[in-house]
């Protein structure tokens, strides 16, 4: 059997691989964005070139509210995909998250995959990331201080996946410790703590969970976007758990909504198939601050490198920036505090 490490980073290479050539969206369940609709304004009193979509995140200025969400570090090509990913969000002044950095703190060969992110990318947010089970109980937090200090984060994610654990069969399923390891983690980090789930949303009583331990930034990474069960399923090459577990999660929307009725002043950042400009501008208005996106970024750099990423960031801020002259936002603050309205039933 390959050397544990030898083993991650084939799983980090199977993960990539199968985004771009599976089909590993949700089979029925969608984000919920579908369900609200925007009341167009016939009158908006704006001239859309004076538009400003910027706005803060994590102390520095983006053209407009978007990351590209943490996909990759830790086995061969990463770097270059890392590499690429930073230059165009430092360009187009988005915020990035690298994949899990569990490999970097195992073994030092993997860590030119992270550095490459802070030096393509000086001046925007970046964030590190680890898995939960890495993190259950943990007390010193000296190895994952030195994770930020690699790619000189400005906020240290921790993904909860205990649907990708599960069904993984090396998958680590103990996940008893995990929120006392994110509440030392807050303490004693010297950077704020983001949790994020990987495509089963985040539910209001893990986010009030979350916020008692001191985590002010929660990343919905909800349902309708890429479901991990599947990409999972499609790597055991076993359908038999398909049924129950492809659709499983909390869709996007539904997770949005339901932290912000919690708390006024978490930061959320809203993804989880977020696929448009028109997304991003739902979520916003849904109670988001920011949205993030994943595997669409991957795809288009596959197809067609770093024009395919600037065309697709490109794309989105049009959008975003058409849906707020025709619902008379001048700014993200008033998109935010748009009116959006349930428009279908559920089926
Ligand atoms: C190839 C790939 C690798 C990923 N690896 C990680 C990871 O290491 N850590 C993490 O927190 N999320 C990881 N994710 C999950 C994304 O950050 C995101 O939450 C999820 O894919 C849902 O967003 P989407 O529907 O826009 O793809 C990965 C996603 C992709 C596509």
């Known amino acids: 059997m390959a050397p544990k490490n030898q083993q991650i980073s084939k799983r980090k290479a199977d993960h990539i691989n199968i985004t771009l050539n599976e089909e590993i969206g949700f089979r029925q369940k969608k984000t919920g964005f579908e369900l609200y609709e925007f009341e167009h304004n016939a009158l908006p009193e704006l001239n859309a070139n004076t538009i400003d979509t910027s706005t803060k995140f994590l102390g520095k200025q983006l053209s407009f509210p978007f990351m590209v969400s943490s996909m990759t570090g830790g086995f061969l090509g990463a770097e270059k ?9 430092n360009e187009f002044s988005v915020a990035m998250g690298v994949g899990s950095q569990r490999q970097a703190l195992e073994n030092s060969k993997y860590i030119k995959s992270f550095k490459i992110v802070r030096k393509n990318a000086p001046d925007i947010p970046l964030v590190g990331n680890i898995g939960a089970a890495e993190i259950a109980s943990i007390k010193d937090v000296s190895p994952i201080q030195r994770l930020v200090d690699t790619i000189q984060a400005n906020a240290f994610a921790i993904h909860l996946n205990p649907l990708q654990e599960f069904l993984q069969p090396e998958g680590k399923t103990n996940f008893t410790g995990v929120l006392k390891g994110i509440e030392n983690l807050v303490k004693y980090l010297s950077v704020p703590i983001i949790v994020k ?9 893990v986010a009030q969970k979350l916020m008692n331990v001191g985590v002010n930034i929660i990343d919905t ?5 890429t479901s991990w069960a599947g990409v999972e399923i499609i790597r055991r090459n076993d359908d038999s758990l398909a049924e129950t ?3 499983w999660g909390i869709p996007t929307a539904d997770s949005i909504i339901g932290i912000r009725k919690l708390s006024k002043k978490i930061f959320i950042i809203g993804s989880g198939g977020i696929r448009s400009g028109l997304d991003i501008a739902k979520a916003l208005a849904l109670g988001a601050d920011v949205a993030a996106s994943a595997t669409p970024i991957l795809k288009v750099l596959k197809q067609r490198g770093e024009r395919g990423i600037i065309d697709i960031l490109t794309l989105w801020k049009n959008e975003l920036q058409g849906v707020m002259f025709l619902v ?3 700014n993200i603050e008033t998109l ?11 089926n």
């Open 328 to 330: 008379g936002a001048k």
């Open 221 to 225: 990474a909800g349902a309708g976007g």
């Open 245 to 247: 577990f492809w659709d």
């Open 197 to 205: 789930e990987i495509g089963a949303g985040i539910s209001p009583t």
């Open 336 to 346: 935010k505090k748009t009116k959006i309205y349930g428009c279908k039933q559920k």
């Open 81 to 89: 995909i890392n590499g690429l990913l930073a230059t165009v969000c």
